[in-house]
């Protein structure tokens, strides 16, 4: 997030936004008053793909910093923000031009904060291993810091939540290796900030006092090393530690079509936002991918190269990699060997009910896997293998799509299923996930029993 590393010229902010693939689609906002639960439901399918569709563009054009733009303060899109030009779609979609002026101040906004943010640190020069001697200038940087944020966000809904990243942004300005600062910083509030009440002077001197308190010398980050770790091999240690038996199982075996065909909506929301084409290659795989479920299909590398053929709209299906890849700005390194593929293959296999699964043969009274479990192991399968050049994550919702698919599921919804990530040496992450196909599969399971 430091805005030293990417260049940014304000002035030609409304060019840029405006050249961008949202900006020629805004969605036509409805003439019914706000409170109609009919702009609820637009503003959450449609308006809330669109803001999403242009977050990544705007991060594909000028770098990952800008995601903040939409950090609104009170209960906007995510509480407790110091951007007061952007609320929500509800409320900042009107006509395009409009709303498009608004994407320019909230980002600009957004930027400005940063930039003051940097200058703030940059204002006390402190270094860990002088920490004894400089306890004080410590001390009142993040007392300052607190106050700052406080100005920022009017301590309305969930402000404290940008307060606790401001000052954990602070110390790993000064070395504090990151996580062990957010500990610190956690440790220091001790949960006494809260929702819509300012802190005190008395407070805010407490907390202060106690984050610089805790500080030691031996608290600095190494400096990273080359990114030799193989965080394939990582994710395969953690996939066979995962309690994969525990994930909630959605409501039931039992198949569900909903009345919405959520995938196909979403696509059309957001990809259809970003580019027209993008959209519709997605579509034409989502289409494929049914008619391969239907017909009971093995899931393998054959099988959604054949979608990737039309999510990247190349003429011949999209080879298996044949170099170690990048993903989240190359903190993650993915090996390569020879076996690579067909270790992909045979974690793919175990995707399908454990009863059709020869690799479950030999072991009949385990309790079979949700089906949460095993679309969701599958969707980081995908990732963590990281089989083509591009479009994984891609390839990656499709893969889940069509588990759920195999055994007659579909979603009316897949919010949490996409533009999120993962870490894939971090357990609870895969849990998550779960959760999150969980979260989908029993509200649209309700809705599908719910008298219309």
């Keep these: 997030m430091n805005p030293a590393r990417y260049p940014f010229d304000s002035a030609s902010v409304p060019r840029v936004v405006r050249s961008l693939g949202p900006a020629r689609n805004v969605p036509s906002r409805p003439d019914i008053p706000l409170g ?59 006509t395009p031009e409009e709303t498009l002026d608004r994407v320019v101040a909230a980002l600009c906004e957004w930027r400005e ?15 860990l291993t002088d920490v004894e001697d400089q306890r004080i200038l ?16 009017g301590c309305g809904s969930g402000w404290y939540g940008h307060c606790r990243q401001v000052l954990t942004w602070f110390l790993s300005h000064w070395g504090v290796e990151p996580g062990l600062a957010q500990e610190l910083v956690d440790e220091a509030i ?14 805010v001197d407490d907390v202060a006092e106690r984050l ?29 530690t995962v309690p994969w038996c525990e994930a909630p199982d959605g409501g ?7 009345a919405r065909d959520g995938a196909a909506e979403d696509i059309r929301a957001f990809d259809g936002a970003l580019d027209p084409a993008r959209a519709q290659g997605l579509l034409s795989a989502l289409e494929l991918l049914r008619a391969d479920a239907a017909r009971g299909a093995p899931l393998d590398f054959a099988l959604i190269q054949r979608w990737q053929r039309h999510v990247l709209g190349t003429p011949q299906p999209p080879p298996f990699r044949d170099a170690p890849a990048f993903a989240k700005g190359g903190r993650e390194r993915y090996g390569i060997g020879p076996d690579t593929r067909a270790r992909l293959d045979a974690c793919l296999a175990e995707s399908a009910r454990p009863a059709e699964n020869a690799l479950h043969m030999d072991r009949p009274s385990e309790r079979p896997l949700p089906l949460t479990a095993r679309a969701a192991r599958a969707y980081l399968d995908v990732c963590f293998f990281h089989p083509f050049d591009d479009g994984n994550a891609r390839s990656a919702f499709l ?6 698919a195999r055994e007659g599921v579909a979603l009316d919804g897949v919010s949490l299923l996409r533009r999120v990530t993962f870490q894939a040496d971090e357990p609870q992450d895969a ?13 649209t399971r309700r809705k599908n029993a719910s008298p219309r």
């Design 36 to 94: 109609d639960t009919a702009m609820c439901a637009w503003s959450w399918d449609e308006g809330r793909p669109w803001a999403d569709a242009m977050s990544h563009a705007l991060a594909e054009y000028y770098g990952r910093w800008t995601v903040g733009w939409r950090w609104a303060h009170d209960e906007g899109d995510y509480d407790g923000g110091p951007v007061g030009s952007w609320c929500c779609p509800r409320d900042s979609i009107t």
């Design 113 to 127: 904060w940063l930039e003051s943010l940097a200058g703030w640190f940059d204002a006390y020069p402190l270094d």
């Design 138 to 153: 410590w001390e009142r940087a993040a007392r300052n810091l607190i106050l700052q944020v406080t100005d920022r966000t």
């Design 190 to 203: 001790g949960g006494r900030f809260a929702s819509w009440t300012g802190p005190g002077p008395r407070l």
């Design 212 to 240: 610089a308190l805790s500080l030691r010398p031996d608290d600095r980050a190494r400096p990273a090393g080359p990114a030799t770790r193989d965080h394939l091999e990582r994710w395969l240690a953690v996939r066979a």
């Design 252 to 258: 039931g075996d039992e198949p569900v079509v909903p």
């Design 399 to 404: 893969t889940l799509v069509f588990v759920l």
């Design 431 to 443: 849990l998550i996930l779960t959760r999150y196909v969980d979260v989908h599969l029993a509200e």
